[in-house]
Each structure stands twice: as C-alpha cells, then as structure tokens.
C-alpha cells in the first residue's frame, strides 16, 4: 500500500468504516463483522493492526458516551475472562485449524440465539459472565468477531449498559492486540498511518450512532443484539465454508 491512498480506495474505506462503526456504536458489537471481510479485500494492510486501532478510538468513543451506564463490577469478571480466552484461542490456533474453530463457533452463537428467542435466558451471574468473556475471547482471536457471546449475556440490559460494557471490554482486548502485535512486528508506521486513514469513517459513524442508538433504545435493543448476533454467526460459518 502506498501513500497517500487513492482517492477510491479511501472513499470505500470511509463508507465500510463508516457502517461498521455505526452498528457498532448502535448494538454494541459489529466493526470487525462489516470491516474485516470488506476491508481485507480493499486492501489487506488495513487488517488487523489499522483496524484495531481504528476500533480502540470508536470504543474510547463509546464508553465516553455511556459511561454512566457501565457495570464496573461485570467488568471484574468478563475482562479477565476475555483475556484468558484470548490465551486459550492463540494456543488452540497452534493445535485445530482455524476454519474448524470458526464453524464451531459461529454454529455456538447460532444456537445461543435460537436458545434466546425460546425464552431462556442466563442471569448475569459471575461465572456466566467469565464464561461468556472466555468464549469471546475465543472468537475474537480465531474469527475476529468476539462480541456476540458477551452481547448474548446481556440482552436483557438497557442498551447504554450492554454498548458501555462491551467498549470497556473491547479497549482491553484492542490493548493487548496491539501490543503483541507491536512485540512480533506487525504493527509499525505503516499500520498507524492506514489506521489514521479509517478514523473519519470512525467518527462519521460513531456520529450516526448518537441517533440510531436511541431509536434501538426504545425497546428495540434486544432485537437488535439477536438479530446482530445471528448474522456473526452465520457470516462467520460461510467465510469458512467457501
């Protein structure tokens, strides 16, 4: 990639960005399932450092905005729990294929919802939210689309709770990437600067999602999670298959 980017290539960047983040800043989760298909295909340089640092800026965005909603004892459990998932997917990468894992947890997330929508539902105790911040840990570092497991735990939580949580979450699991990215040299001035290069469509969205979130918080933020979490599952399944 050579700078400065063409015009095209900046504009298409712009808008998949633009998108990803509104959905994010929207649901709560969502940057990685627009971005990382589209954007690899644009231009690999832009995944995964540049898209990881565009994400930290949309999530220190989001968690400003909601930061009144955030549970900060959630936090003590699902960020260790992220953390030792992110362990566990690096180790399991070395061992399964990764397709393998994806399907695995892609079809995980499906039966999650289809449990949801049957009227069961877990309470948000300790272990469920280590156990959900470990298995998006997991899906984040095999098929970079870590929030539907934690995003499924908290579907019953007013929309402010569930985007607040998940930003605080997400910061840490950007953190850490960056910088094992950083120690195995893969994340230098050419990640920063394409990075740099996403974060108008960062801002654009995250704009945009000051309005769409408080339409989806009118009772329409647990639909939104559920319907969300499907397409990761099902994106997540097909980029495997074909």
């Keep these: ?37 589209l954007l690899v295909l644009l231009d690999p340089v832009f995944i995964p ?30 960020v260790p729990g992220r953390i030792v998932g992110a362990s566990l997917g690096a180790t399991l990468l070395t061992i ?8 695995l947890f892609g079809a995980m997330v499906l039966l999650a919802v289809l449990i949801s929508l049957a009227g069961i539902h877990l309470t948000l105790t300790p272990m469920n939210i280590l156990g959900a911040g470990t298995i998006s840990g997991l899906m984040g570092t095999t098929s970079a689309v870590g929030g539907p ?38 994340f230098g001035l050419k990640e920063i600067q394409a990075g ?6 960062i801002v654009a969205g995250f704009l945009i999602s000051n309005q769409t979130a408080r339409i989806l918080d009118r009772g329409l933020t647990r639909v939104a999670v559920l319907t969300a979490s499907s397409i990761s599952g099902m994106i997540v399944i097909l980029m495997n298959i074909f």
């Design 49 to 78: 450092g540049p898209l990881l640092l565009a994400a930290l800026l949309l999530n220190l965005l989001i968690s400003i905005r909601e930061i009144r909603s955030v549970d900060k004892k959630s936090l003590f459990w699902a």
């Design 1 to 37: 990639m050579e700078y400065p980017i063409d015009l095209l290539s900046s504009g298409l960047a712009f808008l998949i960005v633009t998108a990803g983040s509104t959905l994010q800043g929207s649901v709560g989760f969502g940057l990685g399932l627009v971005c990382v298909p």
């Design 96 to 103: 399964v294929p990764r397709q393998n894992l994806s399907l």
């Design 149 to 186: 497991p934690l995003a499924l735990v908290y579907q019953k939580q007013k929309g402010p709770h569930i985007r607040g949580i998940l930003a605080v979450i997400f910061i840490f699991g950007a953190v850490i990437s960056i910088l094992s990215l950083m120690i195995i040299g893969r």
């Design 196 to 201: 740099v290069i996403l974060f108008p469509g």
